[in-house]
């Protein structure tokens, strides 16, 4: 015999845990970027008082490290924050849903 009530819960049981999988994921993600975070602060640190210890600011090389890490540190927090929906993960499972669901669409038509 065949239980709609059965399908609904199990239906609505993976969605939960799929809700739950993402948010673990963005969590991780957070806490990836603010180790980053705390590195590039520690190691920029490190090499501007290098740089001043070496040259007294005559010539400031170590913004160029600080500008390229920070490009990718800008990146990764628009991924870790999703601030950029076309980096997020649940932004690919909706584009693969609305593929699906078109192509599902034209063979039905051609059907």
Request: proline share 1%; net charge neutral; charged share 30%.
């Amino acid at each position: 015999m065949f239980n709609s009530n059965k399908i609904i819960m199990d239906y609505k049981n993976n969605d939960r845990e799929n809700k739950y999988l993402r948010a673990k994921d963005q969590v991780a993600e957070i806490k990836k970027f603010y180790m980053s975070l705390f590195f590039y602060i520690i190691f920029i640190s490190f090499l501007a008082g290098f740089n001043y210890y070496t040259n007294e600011w005559r010539y400031m090389w170590f913004l160029w490290a600080a500008m390229g890490w920070g490009i990718g540190l800008t990146f990764q927090a628009f991924k870790a924050f999703k601030w950029a929906p076309f980096m997020a993960k649940d932004w690919e499972e909706r584009k693969i849903k609305e593929l699906m669901d078109e192509e599902e669409e034209t063979q039905d038509k051609w059907s």
